[in-house]
C-alpha cells in the first residue's frame, strides 16, 4: 500500500527526444506527488510536483501528468538535452513522510 | 542559504566500529529524515523526526539512532557498523508534507 512502482528502470533518449516516466500507487491517501532529479554525487533536488485535484502541470520542458482514477503519474520530458542526463525519482506523501519510487536513470545522447 | 548540510561526505568503517553521521538545516524546518540509497533500490527511510525532542521509525531503523535535541540538527549514529550498511546516506528536511524535501549532499559509507 505505501509502494510507489516506477519505469522503465533505465532510459535512453536522443537529444531533441522526449522522455517518459511513469509510476503508479496503490494508496488513495496520498495527495501530493514529486518528481526529484539526481545528477551523480549529488543529493536528489525537487524537480516538479503535482497534487490530485490537476490532471497536468507544466514548469518549462518538464510536465506531469496525472490520471487519478488510474492511480497514475507521469514525467515528461520535451526537447530532452543531455544536461537532463540524471536518476529522476517519483514519490508521494503519507502523513509526515515520503515513499519513493527505485528510480530512472535518463541518458540523453548527444 | 546553505540549505542542509551533512558531514562528512565520505567514510570508511571498520566491522564494529561506531560513528554518527551529522546533519544541519538553516530553514527552520520542523521535519527532518534519514534516508539510505542502494545501487538501483531507491530511497529507504531510516528515521524520521517532526520537531526538536520528537522521533520516530522508519521502513529500516535496525542498526541506527537518532536524536533531535534543536530544530537544526538531526544526527545518525550507526552503533557496531556491519557491511550491510556501505550504503550512501541522505538527510532531508521539510516545512510540511506539501512542500517536498530539500536534501543534503550525502555521505558515502563503506565498511569493511
Known amino acids: 500500500q505505501q509502494q510507489v512502482k516506477q519505469s522503465p528502470q533505465s532510459l535512453i533518449v536522443q537529444k531533441g527526444g522526449i522522455s517518459i516516466i511513469n509510476c503508479a500507487y496503490e494508496n488513495t491517501a496520498f495527495d501530493y506527488f514529486p518528481w526529484y532529479q539526481q545528477f551523480p554525487g549529488k543529493g536528489p533536488a525537487l524537480l516538479i510536483a503535482?497534487?490530485?485535484?490537476?490532471s497536468e502541470k507544466k514548469e518549462g520542458r518538464f510536465t506531469i501528468s496525472f490520471n487519478k482514477s488510474a492511480k497514475q503519474f507521469s514525467l515528461h520530458i520535451m526537447d530532452s538535452q543531455p544536461g537532463d542526463s540524471a536518476t529522476y525519482f517519483c514519490a508521494a506523501n503519507y502523513g509526515q513522510n515520503f515513499v519513493f519510487g527505485p528510480g530512472t536513470r535518463l541518458s540523453v545522447l548527444p | 542559504n546553505a540549505g542542509v548540510t551533512q558531514t562528512p561526505k565520505f567514510r570508511i568503517l571498520k566491522i564494529g566500529q561506531s560513528m554518527t553521521l551529522q546533519c544541519t538545516q538553516d530553514m527552520n524546518h520542523n521535519y527532518m529524515y534519514w534516508y539510505r540509497q542502494d545501487p538501483g533500490m531507491g530511497l529507504k527511510l531510516i528515521y524520521y523526526?517532526?520537531?526538536?525532542?520528537?522521533?520516530d521509525k522508519g521502513e529500516v531503523p535496525n542498526g541506527y539512532n537518532v536524536s533531535r535535541s534543536t530544530t537544526e540538527d538531526f544526527p545518525l549514529r550507526l552503533e557496531l557498523a556491519a557491511p550491510s550498511q556501505t550504503s550512501v546516506y541522505f538527510c532531508?528536511?521539510?516545512?510540511?508534507?506539501?512542500?517536498?524535501?530539500?536534501f543534503g549532499s550525502g555521505t558515502r559509507l563503506t565498511v569493511v
Open positions: 532531508a528536511s521539510s516545512g510540511g508534507s506539501l512542500y517536498g524535501y530539500t
Open positions: 523526526s517532526v520537531g526538536a525532542g520528537i522521533t
Open positions: 503535482i497534487r490530485p485535484d490537476v
